[in-house]
């Protein structure tokens, strides 16, 4: 058993941890309400705008066929959006293991697969092994649309003059503080429902369909991404807040162990001097 100057270093140790993560836990729960607020107002438009996109995209043949042409995949790139700091459970780790499952589909066995990073954990794991062409990490430092468009507006040059056949953006869809769904979203082309033609048919467009498809196309592009990275920025504090819950609950159990560990150490510790004395004093009496 370790002698009780241990343990009380120990106890002090964790309490110490305990302290930190609970504080941890608190900051991250701030974060989330107002990153959860920002999604929650932004999806219905998103949604909207993305059935609009292709519903126009669908039935305008002009220059807007560019952002729909499938091709054959010969190279593909894919977006990788993960966290910049760490401490949030599987959070960047699920990333990671998404995109192992991405490479093995069939579609993608014989493809080129570049990546564009978005967050320093993932950037940190790909650039080992794989092609990253750009690290857009620094998005999380000022998260607004301006930088985010920045962002589209690479990946929209890319597919337009032909550098990648296929768009791909792997992120944590956020559903509550407990729970990210990790998604694989086709960013380019645009995936378009042949449904979506004939209620075209219930629009009219002034000036004209090509017009409106070529201004709002790109726009929604952007606005998918912002989504996906607005939706991974509210999923990291929940995983964050989370996995700080847990290690605060596990922190506090440890240091109950330990306290009780300390009184048995000590109620030994005591119960040997007592007995030391008893013996000497028999022995003096001898």
Request: net charge positive; charged share 25%; glycine share 4%.
């Amino acid at each position: 058993m370790a002698n009780l100057k241990e343990i009380r270093i120990r106890i002090g140790s964790v309490s110490s941890t305990m302290q930190i993560t609970s504080a941890m836990k608190m900051v991250s729960a701030a974060k989330l309400k107002k990153a959860q607020d920002a999604i929650t107002a932004m999806r219905p438009y998103s949604n909207k705008l993305s059935e609009l996109m292709q519903g126009f995209s669908s039935a305008s043949d002009s220059s807007s066929k560019s952002f729909t042409e499938n091709r054959q995949l010969n190279k593909v790139l894919v977006v990788a959006i993960s966290s910049n700091r760490g401490l949030c459970g599987a959070f960047n780790a699920n990333i990671a293991k998404e995109i192992s499952i991405l490479k093995s589909k069939e579609k993608f066995k014989n493809s080129k697969i570049d990546f564009l990073t978005i967050g320093k954990k993932i950037n940190d794991t790909l650039s080992k092994t794989e092609t990253v062409i750009q690290n857009s990490s620094d998005v999380f430092d000022d998260l607004n649309y301006e930088n985010v468009s920045n962002i589209a507006n690479t990946l929209i040059n890319h597919f337009t003059s032909l550098n990648y056949d296929h768009i791909e953006i792997v992120y944590n869809s956020f559903k509550n503080a407990a729970t990210q769904i990790i998604k694989s979203e086709q960013f380019l082309p645009i995936p378009v429902n042949e449904h979506t033609g004939s209620e075209n048919q219930d629009y009219i467009f002034e000036p004209s369909l090509e017009s409106i498809a070529n201004t709002l196309i790109p726009k929604s592009l952007k606005i998918q991404l912002f989504k996906a990275i607005r939706d991974s920025f509210a999923s990291e504090h929940g995983a964050r807040m989370t996995a700080m819950h847990k290690a605060t609950d596990n922190a506090s159990e440890l240091r109950d162990e330990l306290k009780l560990t300390y009184n048995k150490a000590r109620q030994a510790s005591i119960t040997n001097e007592i007995l030391e004395i008893v013996g000497g004093a028999e022995a003096l009496n001898n």
